[in-house]
């Protein structure tokens, strides 16, 4: 599918069976929270969508909207999923997470992590720090600030080598990324589970998938198709895909020719219960590490859905 406009859609498309329930789309740190956050953004004019980021942990569920974009994948004690609640979450290989972390960290604007400015006092919150840290304790946060002495943490990966710097990620922000991806607790049929890989290799089959599992009827997977599909990678512009700060580049899998044979196996030590527990084989002969839960299929996994209204 080739994208076209998606402004031409009329105003009875905008109301095209789009009678979904709450879907909650979870990502985690360089598993596309951009990607769906644009896509949320154009299907918001065009299927009359409410919708919502939420950053750091997830409370309570505004009643009126239609999806709510996760960040962080992390939910709070008094979050209780309910039974008109459609989940979504899209994971990666832990090992890129890593690796496509330590690049963006190095080159990003985000504030908390060129963030050098003091703590004015209070309570410590963003961009002192990131709201993936925000529900840590005070003792935590100030120790945090502490260890970068006065500097940002990107100063802190770029005054260190490729080594080095990638070691500081993994016990920096990539090691909360991966806290938060082995506490996830969600299970059954509300869940579909989607690698970003699948999306990427086959972006229109995968979209189409989760439109469904939003309860999104035919006409409307049709217009969100068209839509989506301009944040479709493999079909963006070179001149756009430069321009965005998100995308290193069009190669979404890179731990391959990043890591090294000894980083690899102290990696998958380390985590080899979360590659396996989202699906991916591990690269190193290492006893086998007992997964977090049974691995999902070839990019997507779930029970059956209830079907959506036509």
Not at 77 to 96: A, K, N, T
Not at 120 to 139: K, S
Not at 164 to 171: P, T, V
Not at 178 to 183: L, Q
């Amino acid at each position: 599918m080739s994208p076209s406009d998606p402004t031409a859609a009329s105003a009875a498309q905008r109301t095209a069976a789009r009678r979904q329930p709450l879907t909650l789309i979870c990502c985690s740190h360089k598993t596309g929270t951009v990607l769906f956050h644009s896509v949320l953004n154009r299907l918001g004019a065009l299927l009359d969508l409410r919708w919502d980021t939420v950053w750091g942990e997830v409370g309570a569920i505004h009643p009126g909207l239609h999806a709510v974009l996760v960040g962080h994948s992390l939910f709070g004690d008094g979050f209780r999923l309910e039974p008109h609640h459609r989940i979504i979450r899209i994971v990666r290989d832990p090992r890129d997470i890593w690796v496509s972390g330590y690049l963006y960290h190095r080159r990003c604007e985000e504030p908390w992590c060129v963030n050098r400015e003091p703590h004015p006092g209070g309570p410590i919150g963003f961009p002192q720090v990131d709201h993936l840290m925000e529900p840590r304790p005070e003792a935590w946060k100030e120790a945090y600030l502490q260890r970068l002495g006065g500097r940002s943490y990107q100063d802190q990966l770029l005054d260190r080598d490729q080594e080095s710097g990638l070691a500081y990620e993994l016990d920096g922000y990539t090691a909360l990324t991966f806290e938060a991806m082995r506490a996830w607790r969600f299970a059954g049929p509300q869940v579909l589970t989607v690698k970003l890989e699948a999306i990427t290799a086959n972006f229109d089959a995968t979209m189409s998938v989760i439109f469904r599992h939003m309860g999104f009827s035919r006409r409307a997977r049709a217009i969100a198709l068209r839509a989506a599909a301009y944040e479709d990678v493999g079909r963006m512009p070179d001149h756009v895909l430069e321009q965005n700060a998100h995308i290193h580049s069009r190669q979404l899998s890179k731990w391959r020719d990043v890591l090294t044979a000894a980083q690899l196996q102290s990696f998958e030590t380390r985590y080899g219960d979360l590659v396996l527990g989202l699906g991916y084989q591990l690269a190193t002969r290492l006893p086998m590490p007992r997964p977090l839960r049974p691995p999902p299929g070839e990019g997507l996994s779930s029970a059956p859905a209830p079907p959506p209204r036509p």
